[in-house]
């Protein structure tokens, strides 16, 4: 399967855990983006991250949240000290195209299955 | 509050009827996509549309994208039950999509 690969695809967590992501992008896509869905609010742009470089983080929260893409491995969204409030679907999607410039097109995302946080 | 705002919410059919799903917005969007998304699954690209005017077809489904380029509909003639999902539009802008909150379309057999 060379599609975005996501896992966990179930986490449960207790109030005061930490949750952690993975993502790895399609093959040759060095481009990463993560979405989180909440029931009928669709999906919220989180982060957009390149190969070791945060581009665009004005969609995480500002405390518990972090992201990363290293130059090997796959890409990490971290959750600290969850709370109920953080239970969601955790989209991860990756392309290919280097957008340049501000109307530049973002091309197409390539979404992975999901990972659902549950928080208790 | 949504940059992209999706309509109707929700839409349920009879196999074989029209339909179609809006997505406004009042910003500018250098294109714009539209997804499908299916339970459990993460959402997959059905178009994208770049040029104000614009419209695709594909198949039953027909794209049209606003001559401003701020908003877009989607419709879908004779409707099929594997037609049955979540539609989401996304407006291309600094980079990045942003979603509506989605049409979750039911067609009934």
């Known amino acids: 399967n060379a599609g975005v690969m996501q896992n966990p695809r179930h986490l449960v967590r207790r109030r005061g855990q930490e949750a952690r992501l993975r993502c790895s992008p399609m093959?040759?896509?060095?481009?990463v983006y993560w979405y989180r869905q909440l029931p009928e609010e669709g999906l919220k742009f989180m982060v957009y991250?390149?190969?070791?470089?945060?581009?665009?983080e004005s969609g995480m929260p500002k405390e518990r949240f972090s992201a990363e893409f290293p130059k090997e491995g796959p890409s990490i969204l971290r959750i600290q000290q969850v709370v109920r409030g953080d239970s969601a679907a955790y989209f991860c999607?990756?392309?290919?195209?280097?957008?340049?410039?501000?109307?530049?097109?973002?091309?197409?995302?390539?979404f992975g299955e999901g990972s659902r946080l549950t928080v208790l | 509050t949504q940059l992209l705002e999706q309509s109707p919410q929700f839409l349920s059919i009879q196999e074989g009827e029209n339909l179609t799903v809006y997505c406004n917005s009042s910003?500018?969007?250098?294109?714009l996509q539209w997804y499908r998304q299916e339970p459990g699954e993460g959402p997959v690209l059905l178009v994208t549309?770049?040029?104000?005017?614009e419209v695709k077809k594909l198949k039953r489904l027909t794209f049209q994208f606003g001559d401003a380029r701020k908003d877009s509909s989607l419709h879908i003639t004779a409707a099929q039950p594997g037609d049955t999902g979540l539609y989401l539009c996304?407006?291309?802008?600094?980079?990045?999509?942003?979603f509506g909150a989605g049409t979750t379309v039911t067609v009934r057999a």
């Open positions: 999607a990756s392309s290919p195209v280097r957008p340049r410039g501000r109307w530049a097109n973002t091309g197409e995302l390539f």
């Open positions: 093959k040759g896509h060095s481009h």
């Open positions: 991250l390149q190969k070791e470089n945060i581009i665009d």
């Open positions: 910003s500018v969007f250098s294109s």
């Open positions: 549309v770049v040029t104000g005017g």
């Open positions: 996304a407006g291309d802008s600094d980079y990045k999509l942003s």
